[in-house]
């Protein structure tokens, strides 16, 4: 009887640490990585999602991939856009300014009005649409949209972030200027979209 409830024991013992791995929740899987939409986005889509003063910025490259880990397609833009305050209430957008957050101005009603001293750079934005459903986003329905004004690049491209405790997709931006060419990133944290630099070589 003594060997039997030894065995028992052992054998409890033995699963115990199983259970405990099992209960413990795990972090998500990293995502896939982004591509680029296909067909490739045109600007009659983004004067339907963001109004007749937005077009696509000539040249940049597009992404689609899970931004915000719900295992739903996103889509990044690189557009020009002239009115972002105005026009954002009809067409159902954010205006959200995470570099000028990052810096510690938070009201985006003032930051969206900054402009670039360079005309070639005025009214550049990134432009981000959550997907929802199976269409993902190009569902016709209502949809997340935001649009981020102030950010700094040149180049963009979209890549695995590893976090603490998990790993993202990030949107990651080049720029040049002044003798310097900094690195950063803009992500979501799980509530909104956070700016952060990644790191810059000065010449």
Known sequence: MKSQ????LLLALALAPA???AGKKQPPPPP?????????????????????????????????????G???????????CKNPMVDQSEYGFRVIDPYDSYLGFGNVKITAAFNSEDPERKG?????????GPDAWRSA?????????NLPFRTLTV??????????LGIFMEEEGEGAQTVSVVFWDGRKYRYQIVGADFE
Do not use: N, W
């Not at 490739?40 to 915000?68: I, M, N, R, W």
């Open 5 to 8: 409830i030894s065995q028992i």
């Open 19 to 21: 259970g405990f791995a």
């Open 32 to 68: 896939a990585p982004a591509k680029s939409p296909s067909p490739v986005v045109t600007d009659a889509y983004v004067h339907k999602e963001f109004g007749e003063d937005c077009s696509l910025l000539a040249g940049a490259p597009q992404f689609v991939g899970d931004l915000d």
């Open 70 to 80: 719900d295992g739903v397609d996103d889509l990044m833009l690189a557009a020009r």
């Open 124 to 132: 550049i934005v990134l432009l981000v649409v959550h997907g929802v």
């Open 141 to 149: 329905g209502s949809k997340p949209k935001f649009m981020m004004v």
């Open 159 to 168: 890549k695995k972030l590893a976090l603490r405790k998990r790993t993202v």
